[in-house]
């Protein structure tokens, strides 16, 4: 039996209507399955399952429906699978290529799959995890943007005419000064599938981040042209580096994301770790 948890809100109704199709092939297959959605009580969905002996997880939604099943399930012997269907699909571009329905059905029906284990992000003070990135600053507001405008390019190019400013941030002992924006990755794409963190590896037991300094606001849009191919790293006006603990300060409260997830965040220290090979994920050939 495999259980599949939709969300019908993701992709302004795209995630229901690929849930529909992928439903109709897994009772043709006749493979047992057991259907939720996102407004029911995760927690008790993923008891249940664990109770009935389910271990294979098909997720329909962007990220932040990642965020909200995978969270629940970490160390567990639960495996994920993620069919994209929301505005935001980095987690399970970076993780499975062009999904053929067909073959993922059979491969679960017939037991012909494997498993890779992935890292994932925490922040201790905010109690919040990631699975795909992090940010702060311009990141953040470019996804409070998408909220609105639900486009990314808009987003972007709003977030940087617009919401230009500049914060003092501390990074481990690499730098402190001025900042536009700060991002933490664990796999290399983010923000509808820009090259931020081109060195990522998802099981290495490091994060990546991203340090856009004092950028001058006549060059913003130049910089951003540069990210979109993975060459920003080369900047003298971008530091990038990767560690297994991250620990930033700011000076200000800013809007930030997690896995496109906005939220505000306070002045203050925080805390970020790397939660080496803790979520399972599902694979087939």
Avoid at 7 to 22: C, Q, T, W
Avoid at 25 to 32: D, G, R, V
Avoid at 152 to 157: F, G, H, N, P, V
Avoid at 268 to 277: A, D, E, I, T
């Amino acid at each position: 039996m495999v259980g599949l948890i939709a969300n019908p809100k993701a992709g302004n109704g795209k995630a229901v209507e690929i849930l529909s199709k992928f439903e109709k092939l897994l009772l043709k297959n006749k493979l047992e399955h057991v259907l939720v959605f996102t407004k029911e009580n995760l927690d008790k969905v993923i008891n249940e399952f664990e109770e009935n002996n389910v271990k294979h997880i098909i997720i329909f939604g962007g990220d932040g429906t990642v965020n909200s099943v995978a969270r629940r399930v970490l160390y567990k012997d639960i495996g994920i699978v993620v069919i994209p269907g929301g505005s935001g699909n980095d987690f399970s571009k970076s993780n499975w290529k062009d999904i053929e329905f067909q073959k993922l059905i059979f491969s679960l029906k017939e037991n012909k799959i494997y498993y890779e284990f992935v890292d994932v992000g925490y922040i201790e003070e905010l109690d919040i995890y990631f699975f795909n990135s992090f940010g702060i600053g311009i990141a953040g507001d470019v996804a409070k943007n998408v909220k609105f405008f639900k486009n990314y390019k808009i987003s972007t190019i709003k977030s940087l005419a617009f919401d230009y400013k500049t914060f003092q941030i501390k990074v481990n002992e690499i730098y402190s000064g001025k900042a536009i924006s700060f991002h933490i990755g664990i796999n290399k794409i983010e923000g509808h599938g820009i090259k931020m963190f081109p060195n990522a590896k998802n099981n290495d037991n490091l994060l990546d981040f991203v340090i856009f300094k004092d950028v001058p606001y006549i060059q913003t849009f130049i910089k951003i042209l540069k990210v979109l191919k993975g060459k920003h790293i080369y900047d003298k006006y971008v530091i990038y580096s990767q560690s297994d603990e991250i620990y930033f300060e700011i000076d200000k409260q800013l809007y930030g994301h997690y896995d496109g997830e906005v939220l505000k965040i306070n002045e203050g220290n925080y805390r970020v770790f790397c939660l080496s090979k803790s979520l399972k994920i599902i694979k087939w050939n």
